[in-house]
């Protein structure tokens, strides 16, 4: 598999998409598991939970992370998630890669509830 081949692909499944996104996971290793996300300019993602351990790397556009705290993230940029719930808003056209960690016995997911040590 060549990853810029799935980038492709979602970028174009996802301007094609009435839902302005496309997923795809390209590797899944027990707990851990990589996906490509693509979202048109201006698609959001609804606040979800943060698995114990992810990571997101914009391979092309600007996304901003929405939580108790705001981050943007820019094309090349590599940065951890915080721990709690977020959302996603796409700025430009984008296109990242999701690296979670989940399933891990004894640890679940985390929300605003929760605090980190």
């Given at each position: 598999m060549k990853l810029m081949d799935?980038?492709?692909e979602a970028k174009r499944v996802a301007k094609e998409s009435d839902t302005g996104r496309h997923a795809a996971i390209v590797v899944h290793d027990g707990p851990?598991?990589?996906?490509v996300l693509a979202l048109t300019?201006?698609?959001?993602?609804?606040?979800?939970n943060?698995?114990?351990?992810?990571?997101i790397f914009v391979i092309e556009g600007e996304i901003t992370i929405v939580g108790t705290?705001?981050?943007?993230?820019?094309?090349?940029?590599?940065?951890?998630?915080?721990?709690v719930r977020h959302g996603v808003v796409a700025n430009l056209d984008s296109v990242f890669l999701l690296?979670?960690?989940?399933g891990i016995e004894?640890?679940?997911?985390?929300?605003?509830?929760?605090?980190v040590s």
């Open positions: 799935v980038v492709d851990l598991r990589q996906s300019e201006g698609t959001e993602l609804a606040p979800h943060s698995p114990p351990a992810a990571s705290e705001t981050d943007t993230i820019r094309e090349g940029e590599l940065k951890a998630l915080t721990h690296t979670t960690v989940t004894g640890t679940d997911s985390h929300d605003e509830r929760q605090s």
